[in-house]
Nanobody
Framework: QVQLVESGGGLVQAGRSLRLSCAAS????????MGWYRQAPGKQRELVAR???????NYADSVKGRFTISRDNAKNTVFLQMNSLTPEDTAVYYC???????????????WGQGTQVTVSS
């Protein structure tokens, strides 16, 4: 029904930047909130940042001031600009979106497949 495809992950040195993108496609009527989560080895998946359809945002304390989430509603895409990366940011990053699909009256949450971000010291 709805597919989320992330891109932009990779290997980067500490202190550098990466920009992740996540494009949603499929049977989309309306997209509500979109977000980025991450999961490091041996740890639970955690919220990184979230953005509402109107632009309101919230961030995990660990990334405030370094990461910025944004979205392009016309392209059903959410971005995560990550600056001043540290080895502690190493994880698989997942995007998600609350979507009201066509012919539906409720929102469902869809997830991308994840993209690896590795920060070397």
């Amino acid at each position: 029904q709805v597919q989320l495809v992330e891109s932009g992950g990779g290997l980067v040195q500490a202190g550098r930047s990466l920009r992740l993108s996540c494009a949603a496609s499929g049977s989309i009527d309306i997209i509500g909130a979109m977000g980025w989560y991450r999961q490091a080895p041996g740890k639970q998946r955690e919220l990184v940042a979230r953005i509402l359809s109107g632009g309101g945002t919230n961030y995990a304390d660990s990334v405030k001031g370094r990461f910025t989430i944004s979205r392009d509603n016309a392209k059903n895409t959410v971005f995560l600009q990550m600056n001043s990366l540290t080895p502690e940011d190493t994880a698989v990053y997942y995007c998600n979106a609350d979507v009201r699909t066509t012919h539906s009256t409720v929102y469902y949450t869809f997830w991308g497949q994840g993209t690896q971000v590795t920060v070397s010291s």
